[in-house]
């Protein structure tokens, strides 16, 4: 009877090794292509048949720039443009129709031009233009969990949609008859870049065991069952005796 007990604890614990559960990831990307102006994009909600959804990670990487600008002056005289701030917003929101949803990344960067030989005179009506301005780049990365808003958007067989809002702007520092009342500005730029996300889960259907390791468990669940029968033949032969 203890033998046969013994034989019982060990292949429960071959049922418990097989049924551990360990953390799965799955990791989509999203790409941007180039964007110049809002975007509405997608990627695929997490599988809850999968198992459960612990952790959501977003990493972000954002790169703009500005193909080519003009400003023009539409004051009542002539000024004089000693800079001109340049700047670019890109904002992410999920789950998102649009801007309705909730910003989780939002991209402001900006990058200052002077004009050769330090400023530039525009008369009323004159345009002056600027080309290839290069933003730094953007990497941002977010985590969010069970106790985040919105995580369960996340889950599901559908979609999580994703907005992009993306705009330039452009604002000149000068001098003269009425120069920070009326500018007109044209702007061409673009973004690209892509978002990762990165789903963290526990697993509910244990990985099939390695060949070695069903070799081995049954080995030893076979060796237990022989050792067992073998004490209980030499018991029985002591009592014939």
């Known amino acids: 009877m203890a033998d ?23 990791v989509q990307t999203v790409d941007f292509g180039t964007i110049t102006g809002d975007t509405q994009l997608y990627f695929s909600q997490f599988n809850t048949a999968l198992g459960t959804l612990t952790d959501v990670t977003l990493s972000w990487t954002v790169n703009s720039s ?3 600008a003009s400003i023009t ?3 009542t005289g002539t000024v004089t443009v000693t800079r001109i701030t340049f700047t670019n917003t890109v904002e992410g929101y999920v789950p998102s129709i649009g801007t309705d949803g909730d910003l989780v990344a939002e991209v402001l960067k900006s990058k200052s031009h002077t004009p050769p030989g330090g400023t530039v005179t525009l008369t009323q009506g ?14 941002q990365e977010d985590n969010y ?24 702007g452009a604002t000149p520092t000068a001098s003269g008859s009425g120069s ?17 996300v990165t789903y963290t889960y526990s697993a509910t259907i244990a990985p ?5 390791s069903i070799i081995l468990g049954c080995g030893g669940l076979l060796f237990m069952t022989a050792f067992a029968f073998k004490q209980r033949r030499k018991s029985a032969t002591s009592a014939l005796a």
């Open 180 to 196: 920070t009342t009326s500018w007109l500005t044209s702007i061409t730029g673009s973004s690209t870049g892509s978002l990762e």
């Open 66 to 68: 500005i193909s080519t």
């Open 126 to 139: 004159q345009s002056y233009t600027v080309n290839n301005i290069v933003f730094s780049g953007f990497t």
């Open 145 to 168: 969990t069970s106790a985040d808003a919105n995580f369960d958007s996340f889950k599901g067989t559908g979609d999580v949609p994703l907005y992009l809002a993306n705009t330039f």
């Open 73 to 75: 002056n539409q004051n």
């Open 4 to 26: 046969m007990k013994k034989i019982s604890i060990l292949t429960m614990l071959l049922l418990t090794t097989a049924l551990t559960s360990r953390a799965e990831v799955i």
């Open 208 to 212: 099939v065991p390695e060949p070695p």
